[in-house]
């Protein structure tokens, strides 16, 4: 099963350029670990070294959030669309 | 790495970082192969204190990518200023970077602007490194 995911601009020095990646798998979980499994140098910005998804970094499913869904343990469906998104935060 | 700032937007960063004293300020980089030619100034949405601390949120961060097609270029980064603070990153935006993008910081103090400097995250995090900032 192929989804797509939308890859942020930050991120797309890891993926030849690409502004979308394919993926396979039956969760947004599965998809993130296929989309790092082909982009390796992901990996540490996506993911903290506990390998928890970063709180700045933000999935969406179609238009949802995952976290208001089951978040990577949401299910997908044939034709659903992630999208990365940055969340961008600093200060003194 | 250099970033170069293009007519105007030197100008409109450190205006952007005046108005909003003594909250931080902060805006989107928009341009293409390390020349900024337009910046879009967004809102500071963060719930942990304005004076410290900013936020693009998701939405907006989307509206400025978005933006940034529209203008036939990349979005290269972002603005913030540091009120009553050395336009040094701190931890906090360490923590926080994104590779790639250039992250231009404004000293402001007392309401005036001073220093303006541009950082860029190393690939493994583990520091920023500064790049030179060119204005025309």
Redesign the interface.
């Known amino acids: 099963m192929a989804n797509t995911i939308n890859i ?7 993926t030849d350029k690409k502004e979308s990646v394919e993926v396979s798998g039956a969760t947004v979980g599965e998809l993130l670990s296929d989309l790092t499994k082909k982009y390796d ?1 992901l990996r ?2 996506l993911y903290t070294d506990e390998g928890k998804l970063r709180n ?1 970094v ?1 999935v ?1 499913l179609n238009d949802e ?1 995952i976290r208001y869904l089951q978040k990577e343990q949401t299910p997908v469906k044939a034709g659903d669309t992630l999208s990365i ?8 | 790495m250099s970033l170069s700032l293009g007519t105007g937007v030197d100008a409109a960063i450190r205006a952007h970082g005046v108005e909003t004293y003594p909250n ?1 300020c ?1 805006g989107a980089l928009i341009g293409r192969d390390g020349a900024v030619t337009a910046t879009y100034a967004l809102p500071n949405t ?1 719930e ?1 204190g304005p004076r ?7 939405s907006d ?2 509206e400025a ?1 978005k933006r ?1 097609a529209e203008a036939g270029g ?2 290269l980064g ?1 603005y ?1 200023s ?2 009553d ?1 050395p336009a040094r ?2 931890q ?2 360490l923590d ?6 250039s ?1 231009v910081i404004v000293s402001v103090r007392e309401g005036v602007s001073e220093d303006m400097t541009s950082w860029r995250l190393r ?3 583990s520091a920023f490194d500064p790049e030179e900032l060119r204005s025309a």
Do not use: I, M, Q
Not at chain 2, 96 to 101: C, L, T
């Open positions: 942020p601009t930050p991120l797309r020095p890891f140098g540490k910005h700045f933000n969406y959030d998104v940055p969340s961008v935060a600093g200060g003194r | 931080e902060c963060t942990e410290r601390r900013f936020l693009v949120r998701p961060y989307r990518e940034a990349d979005l972002f913030h540091h009120p603070h990153p701190s906090y935006d926080h970077a994104w590779p790639f993008f992250y690939e493994d995090r």
